[in-house]
């Protein structure tokens, strides 16, 4: 069986997908990864074969672009507390209205079109030329329903985490509004959620996601991208152990103001207990003087270090969320923006972690932090969630699904 991957410019959005890569590999399938040249280096870490043949887009431009619409519509929840940012250069403005929208739109929709269009056909041409049983797409590149139409192939999107396909509130409908020409060019009169008719859901039968289409439940194998870990990192002592992880996608989504993790060791400093830190190299840079009882670890796969942790502190993506239930490990969501704020409101409602602001200040961390750790309620839903998680299909039998699927 042939199975084409297509996926979106957003790294945390299709890496959910590798470990279901892996599995179709390892059962005899061959595996193309249809994505942008910048996406190209990290399928192949991942040890999948990509095929960089779509024009790049910045997944962050449109983010902050959206933000940006909704305050200047009055949409956006005023209690997500978030700055205003240039959504070309991320730069922080004084005000909303320093950024003229509509003059960016008159020159950004026709480029914006034209690469769409291009994604759709060399997505189409490379399907026609190797011809997969199968489409397996995230969230964000729904468009890869068009070659699967095209050649009369299912298509299944894999969802990230928590965040479904019927979404009500603001900030969690990744379903595209504005769909290219090339749709109708292929006969294409479905939009919207009628395009999705099967996903794959990653998260426990408690935490479903909302959704029309069938269902196709996984067990979530956690993979946020390679890294080595030092033999000391999964020692442990006598006392408790934090491990704290930051995206370094959050500061270029919402501001250099959604760069807590300063905060965040001022509140653990407080406790007695040992914290590993994990971030990019670049976050790394950022973080200044370590309190004693910190160590740093830079771009450490954070999955790796849960086995011998207590907690985990993050920023709410949905990553970090699954690998701590994978891990029965409860958790802090300190989160910015409304993707991550519902992954940490839908983790809290588990009993298997809290959720703050992102701006909480270190007395309310430190404090939470502390029933976090003394209240073994906590671990006890963390455990059973993780019980639930791992009593679904692991990614080799849900392979054989697919595989009858596309066989018909």
Known sequence: MRVMFAVSDF???????VPLGWALQAAGHEVRV???PGQQQHIQHAGLTPVPVLRDMDPLLWARFGVHLAARSGTLPPDLGLVPLHPVTGE???????FDSDAFLRTARAD???????RISSSVDFAR???????????LNLDAVVPAKALGVPA???LTGPIGTEETEWGLDFIPTHFSREYDRYGIEERGTDLIEHVVDICPPSMAPPTRATRLQVRHVPYNGPGAVPGTAVRRGDRPRVCVMWSATVPLLYGAVAFTVPTVLEALAGLDADVVLTMSTESCKRVGPLPANVELLEQAPVHTLLSTSDVLVHNGGAGAALAAIAAGVPQLCLTFGAEYRANGQRVSATG??????????ARDIRATMRDLLGDPVFTERARALRDEMQSQPSPTELAEVLEEMAMG
């Open 352 to 361: 298997a972690g809290r959720v703050l602001p992102g701006l909480a200040g």
């Open 92 to 98: 922080e403005l004084a005000s909303f209205e320093d």
């Open 112 to 118: 914006t079109a034209a690469i769409m269009g291009q």
């Open 11 to 17: 790294r945390p959005h299709y890496y959910p997908m």
């Open 129 to 139: 030329q190797w011809r997969p049983d199968l489409v397996v797409h995230d969230l």
């Open 156 to 158: 299944v999107c894999h």
């Open 34 to 36: 249809v994505c942008a």
